[in-house]
């Protein structure tokens, strides 16, 4: 198992995002808010999910599209007004 310790608590010089789930094994929901809280990122905990990743059962994730699909248009505004 990799160790990512430690993690870093700086805000985020752009845009991020969070997702999580309230029974995720490897991170308690509270700590991914205040994770997020830190890096100054949007956070969506998701319910029942599990822990987010291929293993757990999680293949072509429409919602993690729409995740994804939000932080790129964060991240399109946030390039336009720092141009």
Sequence with gaps: MRNFA???TDRLPFPSQVVSSDNDSAVSAPR???LARHWGAEVGILSGAGHINVKSGHQRWEQGFAYLYRLQSRLEHHARRTA
Excluded: F, N, Y
């Design 6 to 8: 430690p993690i870093p």
């Design 32 to 34: 991914a808010v205040e």
